[in-house]
Every structure is written in structure tokens, then in C-alpha cells.
């Protein structure tokens, strides 16, 4: 065999191997894709015996079904929506929603849609879900029309809030670990996962949005939507959180158009930030709530 034809079979089984290692990374990132929005319906049941209250079901312009823990309270001043991560469920806010009740609220933990016990095809990133949080807010308005309504989401629950199209807005929000917009979070999560260069997969992601939700990815963008809230709301974020970076929170409340706060939790990463700092998050955050939350 010559020098020629031995580096002839040599370049065909590189360009072979090539192809064959681009295959997978496609193959990989489609699966990466599909993980990322993949429903997580799960059996939630009944609300906790420390925070009682009952099981509630509302339709949601989602095309879902909303299922919900309503909690309520003697000689109530307001009411209050939480709103939950994601990839999780309702049963993560009942801590909240408990110290809430005791400060004087009724309180509405729900699952958003392909979450929990609300049934749906796909996680929207925040575009079905800010549809669950308008059905959340119009719910309570219609029960209690004459309280005031807040409302407290995380990560994906901050996102919904601040994106929602209200009839009638809350009279305050407080949203915490927020992402600025889709590809900023999915590119946090790749850098988390398989380090900075990982985020050169981010558009092989982040095109999926369309085919797979049917939506363009710029449409879920947070920092664009808080433009567009006069709504007082309080920003709260991890000094140490890598998946919804400190730089994005700042960039939110920029953004906000109306009365605003903002606290950074020292030495916190993406984490349940009432757990990591309870006493002074109880204590924030119900004096935030109430300088709002005043009966009509």
C-alpha cells in the first residue's frame, strides 16, 4: 500500500469518526433538550397537618387544570400565591405558605402546569406557567374579593410572576432566584455541568425551544418582562448562585418600573433561600408584604 493510499484510508476514517462524533453530540443535546422540559406529574396529596387547609382545582388559560393547597386564616388582611421552582412542586412552598398564614393571610400553594398534580405536556419555561399564576391571582381575587393579593415565587415560580398577564396584578410580588431569560439559564446550567466551555452547547439547546414548546426562546426573557411591572416588588438572590446569577437579579430589578427592593443572601447558592435564612427571610418578607398589603 502506498504513502498516498494509506493516508487516504486515514483522512476517510477521521471524516468518518467525525461525522459519528457530531451525530452524538445532537443525539446528546436533543436528549438534553427533551430532559430539560419533560413533564414531572407526581402524586402530591394532601397539604402537611402543620399547615392544614384543603385540596382546590382551577382551570388555568395553560389548558390545565390547577391543583392546589388553599389555606386560610381567621380575620385575614390578604392572600398570598406561592409559586414553586422548577422541576418541583407545591409541597416546596408550605414552609412559606405556614409562616404566611401566621403573619395573617390566606395562602394558595399550586402546582403549575406538567408539574405535581396539574397535568401538561411540557415545562414552558415560564410561558404556560405565567398563565398558571394570572388563574392563581384571579382565583383568590374572585374568592376574596375584597383582600389584597401577593405574590411569592422561586426560580421558575419568580419567572411565571413576573411574566403573567394579569386582569387585576397583584398588589405586591416578591420573586427570588429568577434567570434573566432562557438562554442565560440553560447556558448557567451547561457551565455548571460540563464547565465554561460548556457553554458552546447553548444553541444547539436553546433552538429546541421552538420545535419542542413552540415558542421562540426570546420570548422568555424575565428582564423584558419586569420592564413592563409597576407592581412593588422584591428582589431576593444567592450571593453564590450559579443558576440564576447574581448579575441577573441585579439586571431584574433594574429593569422592575415600579416600587422595588432587593436583598442578596450572603454565602447562599440556588437553594430554598427561606430555609437557608429563615428567621431574617420571615422577617424581610413579611415586612415587604404587609407595607402593600393593606384590605380594600
Known sequence: MTLI?????????????????????????????????????R??????????????????????????????????????????????DRRSMASRASFLRDQGYH?????????????????????????????GVAYLRSHYANL???????????AAALMAHYVNPPEAMVVEAV?????????????????????????????QIQPLLGIDADRLNTVRAAENVVTPVFVLYGSEDRHARPIEANAIYAALGG?????????????????FAAAEYEERVSKFIAKYLRPR
Not at 452524538?24 to 436533543?30: D, K, N, P, R, V
Not at 396529596?45 to 388559560?61: D, H, N, R, V
Open 259 to 275: 416600587p422595588k427592593e432587593i436583598w442578596k443572601i450572603a454565602g447562599a447558592a440556588h437553594v430554598d433561600l427561606h430555609r
Open 148 to 158: 389584597p393579593v401577593a405574590v411569592v415565587g422561586t426560580s421558575l415560580g419568580g
Open 5 to 41: 493510499s494509506k493516508r487516504k484510508r486515514w483522512i476517510r476514517r477521521l471524516l468518518v469518526l467525525g461525522a459519528l462524533g457530531f451525530l452524538g453530540g445532537i443525539t446528546f443535546t436533543l436528549y438534553i433538550g427533551h430532559q430539560l422540559v419533560a413533564a414531572v406529574p
Open 43 to 88: 402524586i402530591v396529596g394532601p397539604p402537611p397537618g402543620y399547615l392544614g387547609g384543603e385540596t382546590i382545582k382551577f382551570k388555568s388559560a395553560s389548558g390545565s387544570q390547577i391543583a392546589g393547597w388553599l389555606t386560610e386564616t381567621e380575620n385575614a388582611s390578604g392572600t398570598i400565591l406561592l409559586l414553586h421552582a422548577i422541576r418541583a
Open 179 to 207: 434567570f434573566a431569560d432562557a438562554e442565560t439559564g440553560v447556558g448557567n446550567r451547561l457551565d455548571m455541568r460540563f464547565g465554561r466551555h460548556g457553554r458552546l452547547l447553548t444553541p444547539l439547546l436553546t433552538w
Open 107 to 135: 395562602t394558595l400553594c399550586i402546582d403549575f402546569q406538567a408539574h405535581g398534580e396539574s397535568p401538561g405536556e411540557n415545562i414552558t419555561l415560564g410561558y404556560l406557567e405565567a398563565m398558571d399564576a394570572a388563574a
